[in-house]
């Protein structure tokens, strides 16, 4: 069992930045690889960026490529997000989750209850 916690959001003007943190707690973390979603209002949650289990391999969605970076400090047990250079499109809860199996993959098992990010115009 893994339980996550995020912590990090709030409301920014759009250009700015804020970064995300995702803490752990259970026995695979470190072996687990992770990812952050987000839901906007009225749409359907979205795969934003994903990170095997030793932060050597990452992959993103389209839209945030070059802006955000995922990263994760196994000795903390913590996952993070940078956002920088955000925009009004950003705005959405946004969710981290993890993985059985050490490699990014589609399926995750594990979910926090999100943290709200609000970028203003």
């Known amino acids: 069992q893994v339980q996550l916690v995020e912590s990090g959001g709030g409301l920014v003007q759009a250009g700015g930045s804020l970064r995300l943190a995702c803490a752990a707690s259970g026995p695979t973390f470190s072996t687990s690889a992770m990812g952050w979603f987000r839901q906007a209002p009225g749409k359907e949650r979205e795969f934003v960026a994903a990170i095997n289990w030793n932060g050597r391999s990452t992959t993103y969605e389209d839209s945030v490529k070059g802006r955000f970076t995922i990263s994760r400090d196994n000795g903390k047990n913590t996952m993070y997000l940078q956002m920088n250079s955000l925009k009004p499109e950003d705005t959405a809860v946004y969710y981290c989750?993890?993985?059985?199996?050490?490699?990014?993959?589609?399926?995750?098992?594990?979910w926090g209850q999100g943290t709200q990010v609000t970028v203003s115009s």
């Open positions: 989750a993890a993985r059985y199996g050490a490699v990014i993959g589609v399926k995750y098992d594990f």
